[in-house]
């Protein structure tokens, strides 16, 4: 925590953290709203600072039509509200908001943070329902919801509705069977026994035709592509069970088991609900990093004014601006001006570089701190970026994918139930029983080989491991995926961002007598530059009594080179090597200079009336737990390959410290280089797990067997992606790896606990001692006890 | 006996209709965020009610 001067504000008697917090409390207080504080659960906060938005970005036509809707004569958006920790603050939010004249109404949802306003554009402007939340001290984001997303959100009501359905009409299929079962015993009167069949008719129809209707559509998909997979099982069993039992209701001639076919169904469905909500969890996280593809640019006119265009309509020779903090939008060349450029996400370059005049920048990449002009070498559907989007979309349908175990047995099980029941009738008839009597028992195998907890076995083994997957903070999109995390041979990694931290850390210092940490402080505290924040990291660590604000004389930060500054009749000056060329060094500092690794380090220099008094040496350092996550993979025999869009020299320093060979190392590769290193992988029969963050990983994690996306690595990363790492934490990929194998198992034990049960049960249907009462019970009994084999496994890892 | 199919009739009539609540509730969104139905049940609409009598009051003048 920086220690800075508290603000004490005598006429409230109420001291405050910074200047932030107060102007927040003024707002509060005037709107009466003050009853927040109160509310609140939490009491350290400190306010979102920046907002990259202004009202001309939200007149700008590009927005207008991504954006906005209009909603009955007012305008309509929904927004991503960041900074919310507690009810109180949604309260608080929503209050204020609505207290502009103009809003006509605010939903904030307190579980996703997202809101929905609505307002007159006539009476208030969007900019202004932005600066009050910011002036709460929250940040708002436009909130574009995704197509996928949307679907999925339509997927998930409807299965909702299925479910629910199904759960009324089966539960009260039952009470009715209960009665059926006793009539069983005791006798019943016909007539009676025909009411709760028509009864049991009227409700388990729309459960096996409505509810059910996923299975009937996934057979056929099934069929038209030569399998017979788990859903024609379904169809098979319990259409078979309805159309006898509907037989026997009518010709009076038997027993019926229309609620078996209701439990059937809505067992299942239970199961794939649950499936269905933990990938709606992965979405929803992903909602709460969604960045911002710029979209508009701002051109240089001839008249040296500017103003702001579409993305789209940017031609080739426009010379475009941007400021400090924003994207570069389109690939081009500096004209003019220089700065610090984050390419991370882009090559795979850890540290930002310097931009100068005839450089040439990428669309998507961060400009750090200076104003660059520069002409666009290509439109923006051409910009790197762009083309990288279009092609993970072609990836990402040719993707490989592994038959999983459930989907190999169930196309024998059918068929061997199928044989059994033709046994079985063959058997009875020849003999010497009628064939009504051999048809019946053909038909109780059937019943009771009716695959209900095989149909369960893999969606509940699935959710364990999910589950366990959730509380290491790994979000995995298709639970059906997670076994072939048992089956992986290699492993791709990516260097920065997933080996490494991603950005720039101190490693080393020397400095001599008389240096002033105070004096640095207020010069590095000053400046967003991705250098000085780790110079400022490591003060905040090491001299935590020097870290006291201070007033300087003069400051400037020189783009490019470095900070400047005076104080107290000392001239200060910090920054890159070029920029303290002609300033006094020691032979100390030169020896430090000598001795640093050449590669990937950059120097921070820092000096006193032009006397160099402290030298910093930084890199993008590796994270703690990665050389151990990479020696235990290849203890499992895994080949661990790195390959990064960075020079030759890093990427072998990094490959050396976690223990990867030279020979797996493999550098300056690009986005495409990386897709087609997979993909050959996988041609000479490897399974592959691919990590990475950036955009220039996001077609090799589309192609792989399996992506892995960091937490903090971009979007596109995130989307492509089946699992997501939420702590950033490189033994994240050792947990899955691990969960992957466990489910494995779990999956091979619950697959053979359901073929032994129906192993004992279909001889007693062969004998004909199947009753109605059998059959429920088996079918319950073997569901219970996959699902129960499932839990046992979770509840043993939780307490790990 | 004959009463039977009455009773049968009438019960899952009336389970019927809460099912039917309970899509209902579900098309208009009332699920759709379990957090804001626990936090809710806090918010008493005080601040809500004393700002709406300070508006009437300045319309008044």
């Known amino acids: 925590m920086k220690k800075q001067q508290a603000i004490i504000d005598i006429s409230l008697d109420k001291v405050f953290c910074c200047l932030g917090c107060q102007a927040a409390h003024h707002i509060i207080c005037q709107a009466d709203l003050d009853g927040y504080y109160e ?34 004569g007012a305008s309509e958006i929904t927004l991503v509200i960041g900074g919310i920790h507690c009810a109180a603050c949604v309260w608080l939010i929503e209050s204020m908001l609505k207290r502009l004249t103009g809003v006509v109404s605010v939903h904030l949802n307190y579980t996703l943070h997202k809101a929905q306003v609505q307002w007159n554009a006539s009476q208030v402007n969007l900019a202004e329902i932005f600066e009050t939340i910011h002036a709460l001290g929250y940040s708002a984001q436009p909130f574009e919801p995704q197509r996928h997303k949307e679907q999925l959100q339509q997927i998930v009501s409807q299965h909702y509705r299925h479910i629910v359905i199904a759960i009324f009409c089966t539960m009260n299929v039952m009470w009715i069977a209960v009665a059926q079962y006793a009539g069983y015993f005791s006798g019943m009167e016909q007539h009676i026994r025909d009411l709760f069949r028509l009864a049991e008719f009227v409700l ?69 609900f649950l499936e269905l909500r933990a990938t709606q969890q992965i979405y929803n996280a992903s909602d709460a990093f969604a960045s911002l593809l710029p979209t508009e640019a701002r051109v240089c006119l001839e008249d040296g004014e500017r103003c702001l265009i579409p993305v789209e309509s940017i031609e080739i020779g426009m010379t475009l601006e941007v400021l400090p903090g924003e994207q570069i939008v389109v690939d081009g060349t500096v004209v003019s001006g220089c700065s610090s450029v984050e390419e991370s996400h882009l090559t795979g370059e850890s540290l930002p570089v310097e931009k100068g005049e005839g450089d040439s920048v990428y ?146 210092v020397i400095w001599t007598e008389g240096i002033q940490w105070e004096a640095l402080y207020n010069l590095v505290s000053r400046s967003n530059h991705p250098i000085s924040q780790a110079v400022l990291k490591w003060l905040e660590a090491q001299h935590p009594n020097d870290c006291i604000v201070q007033e300087f004389d003069t400051f400037q930060e020189i783009p490019g080179k470095g900070l400047i500054g005076s104080y107290e009749a000392m001239e200060l000056k910090a920054g890159s090597m070029k920029f ?38 930084l890199t993008d350092s590796i994270k703690p737990d990665s050389p151990e996550v990479i020696q235990a993979l290849q203890n499992r025999g895994i080949t661990v390959y790195l390959l990064t869009g960075d020079h030759l020299s890093t990427a072998t320093e990094v490959a050396r410290a976690c223990h990867i060979e030279a020979q797996y190392v493999h550098s300056e590769q690009s986005p495409m280089d990386k897709e087609m290193f997979i993909q050959q992988l996988q041609k000479q029969g490897h399974t592959v797990i691919m990590v990475g963050d950036g955009i220039n990983d996001a077609l090799a994690l589309a192609s792989a067997h399996i992506g892995i996306a960091m937490g903090s690595g971009t979007e596109v990363a995130m989307q492509v992606s089946d699992v997501l790492v939420l702590n950033n934490n490189l033994k994240s990929l050792a947990v899955f790896i691990e969960t992957g194998k466990q489910t494995y198992r779990l999956l091979k034990q619950n697959f053979g606990i359901s073929l032994v049960y129906n192993g004992l049960a279909v001889p007693l249907a062969v004998g004909g001692w199947v009753i109605p009462v059998i059959a429920a019970a088996s079918m319950s009994l073997s569901s219970l006890l996959v699902v129960g084999n499932a839990l046992r496994t979770r509840l043993k890892n939780k307490n790990r | 006996m004959d009463i039977l199919p009455l009773m049968l009739g009438v019960s899952l009539v009336l389970g019927l209709l809460g099912l039917l609540a309970f899509l209902w509730g579900m098309k208009t969104g009332q699920f759709d965020d379990p957090e804001g139905m626990r936090q809710k049940v806090i918010v008493d609409d005080e601040e809500e009610d004393r700002y709406q009598a300070m508006l009437k009051q300045m319309e008044s003048d």
């Open chain 1, 39 to 72: 509310k609140r659960s939490l009491s350290q906060t400190a306010p979102v600072t920046s907002s990259p938005f202004t009202q001309s970005t939200f007149e700008t036509e590009s927005f207008q039509k991504r954006y906005i809707r209009q909603v009955g």
């Open chain 1, 204 to 272: 388990v129809t729309p459960v096996l035709f409505y509810c059910g209707q996923r299975f009937f559509k996934g057979t056929w998909h099934g069929l038209k592509s030569g399998v017979l997979n788990m859903d024609f099982q379904v169809v098979f069993g319990s259409t078979l069970i309805y159309g006898y039992s509907l037989y026997v209701a009518l010709t009076r001639s038997g027993e019926t088991y229309f609620e078996a076919v209701a439990m059937f169904i809505t067992f299942i469905l239970g199961g794939k």
């Open chain 1, 580 to 617: 303290h060329e002609n300033d006094l060094w020691n032979s100390d500092q030169q020896e430090f200079l000598k001795n640093a690794p050449s590669s990937g380090t950059s120097f921070f220099v820092y000096s006193q009336k032009n006397q160099v008094v402290g030298l910093f040496a």
């Open chain 1, 363 to 508: 669309g998507g990449s961060l400009n750090h701190n200076g104003v660059l002009c520069y002409q666009a070498q290509r439109e923006s559907a051409n910009s790197l970026i762009s083309q990288i989007a279009q092609q993970v979309d072609k990836t990402l349908s040719s993707r490989p994918r592994i038959q999983v175990l459930a989907e190999r047995i169930s196309q024998y099980f059918i068929l061997v139930m199928v044989g059994l029941a033709v046994l079985t009738g063959a058997l009875w008839w020849y003999w010497g029983n009628s064939v009504e009597i051999a048809l019946m028992n053909a038909i109780a195998v059937l019943i009771i080989g009716c695959p209900c907890a095989l149909a369960l076995a893999a969606p509940v083994a699935n959710l364990a491991g999910v589950s366990r997957l959730v509380d290491h903070g790994i979000l995995l999109k298709t639970g059906t995926q997670l076994e072939v995390a048992s089956k992986i041979t290699d492993v791709v990694l990516d260097k920065t961002g997933t080996l490494t931290q991603g950005k720039p850390e101190v490693q080393k």
